[in-house]
């Protein structure tokens, strides 16, 4: 089983819909993190978490919310769809360990396609 | 402002030869800098990393180069093979966060 699970994997809703896309996470990490990937932009960060309690925008937060509901599991919201939001979503969580004791490797979760018509 | 930048969209590449993806930054404050790789309908997978102190880490194939007065970094792999086709994104961290690169698609063919 993936250590970082993204559902559902593929969506296609209407514009105006709420879509929720879920991760949950088993390597235990305390930070969390909700990327979009489109073509020719990269990977942009929406919003992250670094434990329960700890929400943060991102460079796009814009139209999206997220839920920390536990430490394995980061939802993130689209309240109303819009068509600009279609993309591949990503899950990624990390733990301190990485060079210099600050956020190293992030562990990315096999995406959620979503298609907003 | 793209504060991590990869110039090169798309490589192609014959197989064992060397693919070199390049990387520049503008944010002087970056102090390790990292590479991942992206197959179709996966995630990204962390490939490599380099310190700011350094200038250079290799690991098997793959090979990342750090120039700090260029703010340029380069991955070398050596030699390519068709399975390294795939999307490759640099990053750096700023923040507790990871800024990533617009990505290079590399192609290896036979």
């Known amino acids: 089983d993936a250590d970082v699970t993204q559902t559902p994997r593929n969506r296609i809703t209407k514009t105006g819909k709420r879509i929720m896309l879920e991760c949950s996470q088993t390597k235990g990490h305390d930070r969390m993190y909700w990327y979009r990937q489109d073509p020719g932009l990269g990977l942009r960060l929406i919003y992250y978490?670094?434990?329960?309690?700890?929400?943060n925008k991102g460079e796009i937060s814009d139209g999206y919310s997220v839920s920390r509901q536990a430490q394995a599991k980061f939802s993130l919201s689209l309240e109303s769809a819009i068509p600009n939001q279609t993309a591949l979503y990503f899950c990624a969580t990390s733990d301190l360990k990485g060079l210099g004791g600050r956020t190293g490797e992030l562990f990315f979760g096999e995406g959620s396609r979503l298609t907003v018509l | 402002d793209q504060q991590v930048k990869q110039n090169s969209p798309s490589l192609s590449v014959q197989e064992g030869r060397i693919s070199i993806l390049n990387c520049d930054y503008t944010n002087s404050m970056f102090d390790y800098f990292l590479w991942y790789k992206k197959y179709p309908a996966e995630g990204p997978t962390f490939l490599i990393s380099i310190s700011s102190i350094k200038d250079k880490n290799e690991d098997g194939r793959f090979t990342v180069f750090l120039n700090k007065s260029a703010k340029h970094l380069s991955l070398h792999i050596v030699p390519s093979q068709p399975g390294d086709s795939a999307v490759y994104f640099c990053?750096?961290?700023?923040?507790?966060?990871?800024?990533f690169g617009t990505g290079t698609r590399l192609q290896v063919f036979p």
């Open positions: 978490s670094f434990d329960v309690k700890d929400i």
């Open positions: 990053a750096g961290p700023q923040n507790d966060k990871l800024i």
